[in-house]
């Protein structure tokens, strides 16, 4: 029981951490800046649907999709590893991950077109990006059922906590403060970054002793 406990906790902070919805809030507020009320909730419920759907099928499926790629499991640690601790090396620094990188957002005069952006870039990269789909693969890997539902419902928390950061942004926003913004993104950077080496140490002694 005590291992669920501690298993949770780490899960549901490592996904905290590589989410960050108070980071991604100013991201969600630009790209959906010229969008009434209704629209806005539209667009952050649509997008972290599908960026749920899409950590939902990594996790229960992510052996399956490595092995239909011929991709060790312990290569996938490595690289995700790297990865994950290069997102969070670039936020204690103040900078943006370009696998988090919205890029330049275009707003269409359409409602279908607004809606868009749920997907992309919001869904994908930003919320279920490649750091974020290997750092559930990881989670999951060599576990019981219990710890993928636990992962799964970890990350469907953080969903939950990202969509009430993002329909009360501009309020949240504006009585914390961008420097609170900024001391927030730099200490959930230094939490990837520990997980992310974390993640390369244990791929990198599993490959070690898959050659003895």
């Known amino acids: 029981m005590h291992e669920l406990v501690a298993y949770t906790g780490t899960v549901v902070m490592g996904f905290f951490a590589i989410m960050n919805p108070l980071a991604n809030t100013p991201v969600f507020l630009g790209l959906t800046s010229d969008d009434d009320a209704a629209t806005r909730k539209a667009v952050a419920r649509n997008s972290l649907l599908l960026a749920f759907a899409i950590i939902a099928v990594f996790s229960f499926a ?114 914390i403060g961008d420097n609170a913004v900024n001391a927030i993104t730099k200490m959930m950077g230094l939490i990837l970054a520990v997980i992310g080496v974390q993640m390369f140490i244990e791929g990198a002694y599993d490959a070690i002793q898959s050659f003895r």
């Not at 490595?66 to 969070?88: H, K, Y």
């Not at 994908?124 to 693969?137: D, Q, R």
């Not at 970890?154 to 501009?170: K, P, R, W």
């Open 62 to 175: 992510g052996n399956l999709i490595l092995e239909m790629f011929g991709i060790t499991l312990f290569s996938f640690r490595v690289a995700g590893g790297i990865l994950v601790f290069g997102i969070g090396y670039n936020m204690l620094h103040g900078e943006q991950s370009k696998v988090h990188q919205p890029g330049t957002a275009v707003v269409a005069a359409s409602h279908e077109a607004q809606l868009s952006v749920a997907v992309s870039p919001l869904a994908v990269p930003i919320l279920a990006g490649p750091g974020t789909i290997a750092t559930a693969m990881n989670f999951v890997a060599e576990r019981t059922p219990t710890h993928i539902m636990i992962t799964v419902g970890s990350f469907a928390l953080i969903c939950l906590i990202s969509y009430a950061f993002f329909v009360s942004g501009e309020r949240l926003i504006h009585y």
